[in-house]
């Protein structure tokens, strides 16, 4: 439980783009929403479009909190204009993860594309490295991330990783798999009175 007055934060690396399926914003609206319903704020990359926006959506439409943070660079083409949340504007791309990277208690990856597949593998070396200790979890709803997931047993089986390692990108099917892998526990039941 957290201390009274202290939030917990999840970042959510996911795309700026909504993908061809519309059940990628479905998910992230659902999953946003299951953040929000577990007392669990979010971090994210303040685009304003996409997955992105899907996903802070869910978390404020169910009374959770909004964290963005987005380069300067990538203000307009993100749509940080319309992100909604509380948005910081840093210098560039080390400065937005490594911001991230202290705000949240653990990471969620949803699908994205190049910087979404960087954010994932940046915090798995990191964790590898000892230079974070938070938790680190694939959803890999509807077997989106299926591919890069065997890519990773790949690299197991040709001795370039270690079973130890592997096991740090952790999977989860649903969210609130995921919310459990990242220390989340269950939301209570509403009770009937009366």
Same mark, same amino acid.
């Given at each position: 439980?957290?201390?009274?007055?202290?939030?917990?934060?999840?970042?959510?690396?996911?795309?700026?783009?909504?993908?061809?399926?519309?059940?990628?914003?479905?998910?992230?609206?659902?999953?946003?929403?299951?953040?929000?319903?577990?007392?669990?704020?979010?971090?994210?990359?303040?685009?304003?479009?996409?997955?992105? $926006?899907?996903?802070?959506?869910?978390? =404020?439409?169910? /009374?959770? &909190? +909004?964290?963005?943070?987005?380069?300067? *660079? @990538?203000? !307009?083409?993100?749509?940080?204009?319309?992100?909604?949340?509380?948005?910081?504007?840093?210098?560039?791309?080390?400065? $937005?993860?490594?911001?991230?990277?202290? =705000?949240?208690? /653990?990471? &969620? +990856?949803?699908?994205?594309?190049?910087? *979404? @597949?960087? !954010?994932?593998?940046?915090?798995?070396?990191?964790?590898?490295?000892?230079?974070?200790?938070?938790?680190?979890?694939?959803?890999?709803?509807?077997?989106?991330?299926?591919?890069?997931?065997?890519?990773?047993?790949?690299?197991?089986?040709?001795?370039?990783?270690?079973?130890?390692?592997?096991?740090?990108?952790?999977?989860?099917?649903?969210?609130?798999?995921?919310?459990?892998?990242?220390?989340?526990?269950?939301?209570?039941?509403?009770?009937?009175?009366?």
């Amino acid at each position: 439980m957290n201390a009274p007055g202290k939030s917990r934060r999840i970042a959510v690396f996911c795309g700026a783009r909504p993908g061809v399926r519309a059940e990628h914003l479905d998910f992230a609206g659902a999953f946003g929403a299951a953040l929000a319903r577990h007392g669990l704020d979010l971090v994210y990359g303040a685009g304003g479009v996409g997955v992105m $926006r899907a996903v802070a959506d869910g978390v =404020l439409e169910h /009374g959770g &909190a +909004v964290t963005g943070v987005i380069p300067r *660079t @990538l203000h !307009e083409r993100e749509r940080a204009d319309r992100a909604p949340g509380t948005v910081y504007l840093v210098r560039d791309m080390h400065d $937005r993860k490594a911001l991230m990277y202290r =705000l949240a208690s /653990g990471f &969620a +990856v949803l699908p994205g594309g190049l910087g *979404t @597949l960087d !954010e994932l593998m940046e915090v798995a070396t990191w964790n590898q490295l000892s230079l974070l200790d938070k938790p680190l979890v694939v959803v890999n709803h509807r077997g989106f991330y299926d591919p890069l997931l065997a890519m990773l047993d790949h690299l197991v089986a040709e001795g370039f990783l270690a079973a130890r390692e592997r096991r740090l990108v952790q999977v989860a099917g649903t969210a609130e798999e995921a919310l459990s892998l990242l220390g989340a526990g269950k939301v209570a039941e509403p009770v009937a009175v009366g």
